[in-house]
Structure formats: structure tokens, C-alpha cells
């Protein structure tokens, strides 16, 4: 196995050990909060739009980059 494997696989055990201990302290609550659930879905979503937004803004700067290079 290499190293990025171990890494890897060390990272995810911590976050399912991590989700587990969420999911145990949350189950002793009897009732669940909407805008907990609301504020977790727009956060996800917020991630998800900055992500897109430098991947795209990476995309364009490889072909403004090639554009200059070929017309040298």
C-alpha cells in the first residue's frame, strides 16, 4: 500500500468516526432542528459554487495562457 493510500484511509476513518460521534450525540436529541438542516444544505452549497467558480477561472486561465503562446 502506498503512502497516499494510508493517508487516505486515515483521513476517512477519522471523518466516519467524526460523523458516528455526531450521529450518537444527535440521536439523544428527540427533535430535529430545520434550520440546522437548512444552514448545513446552504453551506454545502456555498462550498460547492466556490469550488466551481476556481475551477472555471482555472479553465480560462490555461486557454488565455495557451491563446498568448500560440500567437508568439
Given at each position: 500500500?502506498?503512502?497516499?493510500?494510508?493517508?487516505?484511509?486515515a483521513?476517512?476513518?477519522?471523518?466516519?468516526?467524526?460523523?458516528?460521534?455526531?450521529?450518537?450525540?444527535?440521536s439523544?436529541?428527540?427533535?430535529?432542528?430545520?434550520?440546522?438542516?437548512?444552514?448545513?444544505?446552504?453551506?454545502?452549497?456555498?462550498?460547492?459554487?466556490?469550488?466551481?467558480?476556481?475551477?472555471?477561472?482555472?479553465?480560462?486561465?490555461?486557454?488565455?495562457?495557451?491563446?498568448?503562446?500560440?500567437?508568439?
Open positions: 500500500m502506498s503512502g497516499e493510500q494510508l493517508t487516505n484511509n483521513v476517512e476513518t477519522q471523518t466516519l468516526e467524526g460523523e458516528l460521534h455526531s450521529l450518537k450525540y444527535s439523544k436529541k428527540k427533535r430535529v432542528d430545520i434550520n440546522d438542516l437548512l444552514n448545513k444544505v446552504r453551506s454545502a452549497e456555498k462550498k460547492e459554487k466556490i469550488e466551481s467558480t476556481i475551477f472555471f477561472g482555472l479553465v480560462a486561465a490555461v486557454i488565455v495562457v495557451t491563446g498568448i503562446i500560440v500567437s508568439i
